[in-house]
C-alpha cells in the first residue's frame, strides 16, 4: 500500500480459523470457584460457562462478519500503522462528518446498532437534517488495524492519526464521539486538530481528581456518587488495567492461546463486574471477543495502556471545543472534574444502559448525539 492511498477492504476469516476456534473451545480446563463468591473474586464461573457454550454450539461469526461486511471498509496506512476504517456516507446530501471511536474491549462492532439511525435518521424516523457521514475506525492495535508494530501508540498519536484520516478522506469540519478510550481519543483530537474539530461528544468519560484537595470539597451529591464510583474502581477494579499499563506482553501469552481465558478477560467490562450481567446481547459480546480472537490483537490492545501509562489523568491543557458529556449508569464520571478539563456545553444523565452505551442504549446515545451536533453543523 503507497503513502495516503485507501484500500477497500472486507473480512474474509479462512475456515481454518474457525475450526480452531471451535476445538479450542471444546476442551477448557475450568478453574473451581469458591461456592458462594459469584462475582466477588472475578467473573462468575457459571458466567463463562454459559457464554463460551453459546460461542461454541449456537453464536454463527459467518453472520455477524457479513453484517459487519454490509458497511463500506478500506483500511490505509497513517505514520507507519495500517488503519481499518468503516466509512459510511449518508444518502442525504448535507450530512456531516462524524468520527466514532471505540474502547477496550470493544470494537468497530460496538456501533453496528447506530450506523443506520445516525447516517439515516429520515429512515429511521428521525429528522433528515441530523444525519452525519460516519467514519469508525479500529484503534491501532485493535482488531483489523493490528497488532501495533512499534512503541509510541498512546492517546496523542492516535487522535493525531485521526486528524490526518479526516483530512485524507477530504472532511474540513467534522465532528468526534466516543466511549472509553475514545473518551479521550475524541477530546485529544479536538486539542490537535482544533480548526477542524466543531465539537466533541463522549460517554464512559473519566475525569479524575487532580493535586488541589479543594477540588473534592462540596461536590453536588451526584459528583460525590460519581467519586465513590472512582474510588471503588481504583480499589477492587483497577487491576486488569494495572497488568496492561505494566505488563502487557506477559498477559498476551495467555489471552492469545484460551478463548474462554480472553472471553473471562473482556466479560467484566461487558457484564459491568456482575451488576449489568445479560444486559447485552450474548452475540453482541461475543462478536467483539471474536474480533480480538481472530485477529490476535488481545496483547496489541493490552498494550494502548501501558502507552498512555505516562500521561493518564494528564489531559494536556483543557479543550477548548464545544463538549458534550452523556452519562450512563455505572460511569464514574465526576461533572466539576470533566469542566476542569473540558469546555462542557452539554451535560445529560440517564437511567438506562451502561458502559457500552451503543450496544446497551443505542436510542439514548443516537438522541443525544443529535441533540448535541445540531447546533455546531
Known sequence: MTDKEISPYRIEVPDAALADLAARLSRPRWPDELPGTRWEYGVSLDRVRQLADHWRHRYQWRDH???LNDFPQFTTVIDGQLI????VRSPEPGAFPLVLTHGWPGSVAEFTEIVGPLTDPRGHGGDPADAFHLVVPSLPGYGFSGPTTERGWDVARIARA??????R??????????GDWGASVS??????DPDHVAGVHVNAL???PGGDPAEQESLSPEDQAALEGVNLWWRERSGYSQIQATRPQTLAYALNDSPVGLLAWNLEWFDGYGSQEGEIDPDAILTNVTI???????????????EAAASWGQPGGRSGVPTGVAVFPGDSTVRRFAERDHLVTRWQRFDRGGHFAPMQAPDLLVGDVRDFFRALR
Not at 187 to 192: A, H, I, N, S
Not at 295 to 302: D, L, N, Y
Open 206 to 208: 473519566v475525569a479524575l
Open 169 to 178: 478522506l477530504g472532511y474540513q469540519r467534522y465532528g468526534a464521539q466516543g
Open 65 to 67: 462478519e457479513r453484517r
Open 162 to 167: 485521526w486528524a490526518e484520516l479526516m483530512a
Open 292 to 306: 480480538y480472537w481472530l485477529t490476535g490483537t488481545a496483547g496489541s490492545a493490552a498494550r494502548l495502556y501501558k
Open 187 to 192: 477530546p485529544q483530537l479536538g486539542r490537535v
Open 84 to 87: 481499518h476504517f468503516l466509512h
